[in-house]
């Protein structure tokens, strides 16, 4: 059954140094998704991508936060300067079609911890 | 802030089936009822998702009440690797918000031996 990878499962960065998380979506999936779980807390949107472009992002990914497919088939998270609050689960996620069965299918996450 | 209401904990016995609750009141037209699972510190699982009807899949059965403002997850026969927090969520067809997942806290299953 196709899934959603990501690498690395696990990163160690100091505050203040750049870090990209990198995933793989399903193969024919359209729409590509980043999610963060602080410990403990919600998991939280951060932003849709659809067509190289932005569909659509919160109030967390903010200037510090950019989203890339650089080819046909990873989807990338860049920190440009990470902060202790950094720290979290990365999820990456697909979905094929938007509505209906617009269903998005999550990885496993990276888990990030910032030093 | 999520829509939906959700139990914070709920105990099953392994075999029986696991009914989990969801309140969401506010719901308008065009919004369709997901429901996704964590274990542990996993991705989130997709298990369903229902728009008015009542669906059936090879994980889990969805009830929606005639009014859409309550559902019901319905895991068959549970067994221990159905221990997860599991999650109801409301999510607009279109518009604003149409592209994102709201979890909130959900129900946190465990299934006793």
């Known amino acids: 059954e196709p899934e959603v990878t990501q690498t690395p499962s696990h990163q160690v960065t100091q505050m203040g140094q750049e870090v990209i998380l990198r995933c793989v979506p399903i193969?024919?999936?359209?729409?590509f998704y980043w999610y963060r779980q602080i410990l403990g807390q919600k998991v939280e949107f951060l932003v849709s991508f659809y067509n190289n472009e932005i569909s659509e992002k919160s109030e967390i990914f903010d200037d510090q936060f950019s989203v890339e497919r650089p080819d046909g088939s990873n989807f990338t998270l860049k920190i440009r300067s990470t902060k202790l609050e950094d720290s979290a689960m990365y999820f990456c996620a697909s979905s094929e079609a938007l509505d209906p069965g617009g269903t998005q299918y999550f990885g496993p996450g990276t888990r990030l911890l910032v030093l | 802030d999520a829509k939906t209401t959700q139990p914070p904990s709920m105990d099953c016995a392994e075999g029986r089936a696991a009914n989990l609750p969801c309140n969401h009141s506010t719901i308008s037209g065009n919004e369709y009822v997901y429901w996704y699972r964590q274990i542990h510190s996993q991705g989130p699982q997709y298990i369903i998702h229902g728009l008015k009807n009542n669906e059936t899949n090879e994980m889990a059965s969805l009830i929606i009440t005639e009014d859409r403002k309550s559902s019901t997850l319905i895991l068959p026969h549970a067994t221990l690797r159905d221990t997860a927090v599991y999650y109801c969520i409301v999510r607009p067809l279109s518009g604003a918000g149409s592209y994102q997942l709201t979890f909130g806290k959900g129900t946190k299953l465990s299934v006793i031996p």
């Open positions: 193969s024919n999936h359209l729409y």
